[in-house]
């Protein structure tokens, strides 16, 4: 027979509430009310022995700290999709956009560059390299909410603006999505490279390639396009700074830059209106916390790589957006989180620490 967390009962305990409950009905039947009473009152007491004991053996449940994400844990359709190839996308053939896993719910869609899906099958086959939007799947309900991943390495603001990527993703979108932005770690060189202007102006360079001319916008005017049509599309915009590279100072802090592509982005949110998570600060501040010694391996390959991060610091990149995120004053991906966000503190970048 299952035990079902109550004690043998061969316990000394249980034995001797046993032995009161049977001295106590085995008293004569001629026995007087004070006898009786005294009866009564002996078997009251060893049930309550008897229930108390059960309670003291039974197991105790408690909200535990979810077990450690692993690569397995993430639906590989997040990531990748079915063959074949859609006509002018990247990967010479081997690369197929993720869908919906559930059309008829809503999608969070996943858009920019390698520190959100690293390599061209996002699968960790490149350097060992992943990027914290394959990670940050588990931390949403699936039965609630679809998560698909469209980064791809190597883009720009720009480039993914005006090239496959935004163009097949845009007719997509539908009423209720959420697209998660986060660019800039492409985006410098101007327009002679593959990135954007500096700054969040209306300035504009004419660039000719190839008997075709481009006319290169700003970093802040790429991301303001990304806002307004994924608004046009009745989905609900959101940007993130981009993530920081690994370069300490001389006293052990994070060496930032908060005068271009993080503030820039930080503008385009203010000036649009749209939720922002400061993924930059969030991610820089748990690294200084964590120490050059915890941080330096989570950067692959180790110890040359600046930027790209294995497995355990894509999921540390995860925590920080879903941090954010639950800071914002108003989050609107909240009725979506599933059980493991619960175990991530929300934090405010205005004080750096969890809220109360």
Same mark, same amino acid.
């Given at each position: 027979?299952?035990?079902?967390?109550?004690?043998? *009962?061969?316990?000394?305990?249980?034995?001797?509430?046993?032995?009161?409950?049977?001295?106590?009905?085995?008293?004569?039947?001629?026995?007087?009310?004070?006898?009786?009473?005294?009866?009564?009152?002996?078997?009251s007491k060893a049930?309550?022995?008897?229930?108390?004991?059960?309670?003291?053996? &039974?197991?105790?449940?408690?909200?535990?700290?979810?077990?450690?994400?692993?690569?397995?844990?993430?639906?590989?359709?997040?990531?990748?999709?079915?063959?074949? &190839?859609?006509?002018?996308?990247?990967?010479?053939?081997k690369y197929f956009?993720?869908?919906?896993?559930?059309?008829?719910? +809503?999608?969070?869609?996943?858009?920019?560059?390698?520190?959100?899906?690293?390599?061209?099958?996002?699968?960790?086959?490149?350097?060992?390299?992943?990027?914290?939007?394959?990670?940050?799947?588990?931390?949403?309900?699936?039965?609630?909410?679809?998560?698909?991943?469209?980064?791809?390495?190597?883009?720009?603001?720009?480039?993914?603006?005006?090239?496959?990527?935004?163009?097949?993703?845009? +007719?997509?979108?539908?009423?209720?999505?959420?697209?998660?932005?986060?660019?800039?770690?492409?985006?410098?060189?101007?327009?002679?490279?593959?990135?954007?202007?500096?700054?969040?102006?209306?300035?504009?360079?004419?660039?000719?390639?190839?008997?075709?001319?481009?006319?290169?916008?700003?970093?802040?005017?790429?991301?303001?396009?990304?806002?307004?049509?994924?608004?046009?599309?009745? &989905?609900?915009?959101?940007?993130?700074?981009?993530?920081?590279?690994?370069?300490?100072?001389?006293?052990?802090?994070?060496?930032?830059?908060?005068?271009?592509?993080?503030?820039?982005?930080?503008?385009?949110?203010?000036?649009?209106?749209?939720?922002?998570?400061?993924?930059?600060?969030?991610?820089?501040?748990?690294?200084? *916390?964590?120490?050059?010694?915890?941080?330096?391996?989570?950067?692959? +390959?180790?110890?040359?790589?600046?930027?790209?991060?294995?497995?355990?610091?894509?999921?540390?990149?995860?925590?920080?957006?879903? &941090?954010?995120?639950?800071?914002?004053?108003?989050?609107?991906?909240? +009725?979506?989180l599933s059980a493991?966000?619960?175990?991530?503190?929300?934090?405010?970048?205005?004080?750096?620490?969890?809220?109360?």
């Amino acid at each position: 027979m299952k035990n079902f967390g109550i004690m043998p *009962s061969t316990n000394n305990e249980t034995g001797r509430a046993r032995h009161s409950v049977r001295a106590a009905l085995l008293q004569p039947r001629g026995a007087t009310r004070s006898t009786a009473f005294f009866i009564k009152a002996t078997i009251s007491k060893a049930l309550i022995g008897l229930f108390l004991l059960c309670v003291s053996a &039974a197991p105790i449940f408690s909200a535990e700290t979810p077990a450690a994400l692993q690569i397995s844990d993430i639906p590989r359709n997040t990531q990748m999709g079915n063959p074949p &190839a859609p006509e002018g996308a990247p990967g010479g053939g081997k690369y197929f956009p993720p869908m919906p896993a559930h059309p008829d719910l +809503p999608t969070i869609w996943l858009i920019g560059d390698s520190t959100v899906r690293n390599g061209t099958l996002g699968d960790g086959s490149n350097l060992n390299q992943w990027g914290w939007g394959a990670p940050i799947v588990a931390y949403f309900n699936l039965d609630k909410v679809n998560v698909v991943n469209r980064a791809f390495g190597g883009t720009s603001s720009r480039s993914f603006y005006t090239g496959f990527f935004w163009q097949n993703l845009r +007719p997509l979108i539908k009423k209720g999505d959420y697209v998660i932005m986060q660019f800039g770690a492409n985006d410098n060189g101007g327009a002679s490279g593959k990135g954007a202007l500096k700054g969040v102006g209306p300035e504009t360079q004419d660039i000719t390639r190839n008997g075709k001319t481009e006319t290169v916008h700003t970093f802040g005017w790429y991301l303001t396009q990304f806002v307004k049509e994924t608004r046009e599309q009745g &989905a609900t915009p959101i940007i993130c700074s981009l993530t920081p590279r690994k370069n300490w100072t001389s006293d052990n802090h994070f060496r930032r830059d908060n005068t271009t592509h993080a503030a820039w982005a930080a503008d385009v949110a203010k000036t649009t209106g749209t939720p922002f998570v400061d993924l930059y600060e969030l991610i820089a501040r748990k690294y200084e *916390s964590l120490g050059q010694e915890k941080v330096t391996p989570l950067y692959v +390959p180790t110890p040359k790589e600046n930027l790209h991060t294995g497995w355990d610091g894509a999921v540390i990149n995860a925590e920080c957006v879903i &941090a954010g995120l639950k800071g914002l004053k108003e989050d609107p991906l909240a +009725p979506y989180l599933s059980a493991r966000a619960n175990a991530v503190a929300p934090i405010t970048i205005d004080s750096g620490e969890p809220k109360k």
